[in-house]
């Protein structure tokens, strides 16, 4: 019967909402992580194979370097958030009492307030650079989405010669003319192979993976928010405490004195 209330007490501790948030936040960041690097590398193929576009000799900032430079982005995303939502978690356990529960009753210092409030801004900070990355994952999307609605309706466009220039997207420099139409035979195996229809995919599952992360985010903030009031809360049960005790030792001190005083006047 020990052990079952233990268990009991043990479960009621888990913070719940933080959990799902977590798991969300760690599911949206694998998919965007994952997927992105991976369209990033169909990106690379697609531009070499198709639109002519050569690495530069030199170290030069053109798009290849960009794209290397985003991919070493997404290692520091990703571990930067594993270690992020490991301490949401360790919050959101101290905060629903779990281990004051565990371990006893547990004071609520004025670093503990501090902790939560920086926890609350910097997640706020970083629902905006979610939101930022969200945006910024849309482009590619419509972008291929351009490309891969056109090779679907290739039988519509026979007769026309619609053109893709790199020029446009910013990819290549404007003395540069890397230019493809659906006249052209690389358009048409560029529309028959598969590294279109996956790498646009691919960039699809990453903008859901950003987007399920500002959602954690959102969930996050809801939680912390709720935990801060908490702790506030809890902070002023705590003073109200403190001087109830005081006042209780105060009178139990007078009465002791009174007492005294009665029974030394009695003898």
Not at 22 to 32: E, K, S
Not at 110 to 121: D, E, H, K, P, Q
Not at 166 to 176: D, H, K, M
Not at 192 to 199: A, G, P, R, W
């Amino acid at each position: 019967m020990g052990c079952s209330e233990c268990c009991l007490k043990c479960l009621s501790g888990i913070p719940y909402a933080s959990l799902i948030a977590t798991i969300l936040l760690y599911a949206g960041v694998a998919l965007f992580c994952g997927c992105g690097h991976e369209a990033l590398s169909g990106t690379v193929t697609i531009l070499q194979t198709y639109f002519d576009v050569v690495r530069s000799p030199v170290d030069a900032l053109d798009v290849f370097t960009m794209i290397d430079i985003f991919k070493y982005v997404i290692y520091g995303v990703a571990a930067a958030f594993f270690v992020y939502g490991i301490l949401l978690m360790v919050e959101g356990f101290f905060t629903t009492g779990a281990i004051r529960d565990l371990y006893g009753d547990f004071k609520i210092t004025t670093c503990g307030r501090c902790v939560s409030a920086w926890f609350i801004m910097l997640t706020y900070i970083f629902m905006l650079a979610w939101l930022g990355v969200t945006a910024f994952t849309s482009l590619p999307v419509f972008m291929y989405f351009n490309i891969w609605n056109t090779c679907q309706n290739n039988t519509l466009v026979y007769n026309t010669n619609l053109c893709f220039d790199l020029r446009q997207f910013g990819i290549v420099s404007t003395g540069e003319e890397k230019k493809l139409c659906t006249a052209s035979e690389n358009f048409i195996k560029m529309c028959e192979s598969n590294e279109l229809d996956l790498t646009f995919h691919l960039f699809v599952c990453a903008l859901a993976g950003a987007g399920a992360a500002v959602i954690a985010m959102v969930h996050y903030l809801m939680v912390l928010s709720a935990n801060w009031a908490y702790v506030k809360d809890a902070c002023r049960m705590q003073k109200y405490e403190d001087i109830k005790s005081k006042e209780e030792q105060e009178l139990h001190d007078i009465h002791s004195t009174r007492s005294k005083e009665r029974l030394n006047a009695y003898t």
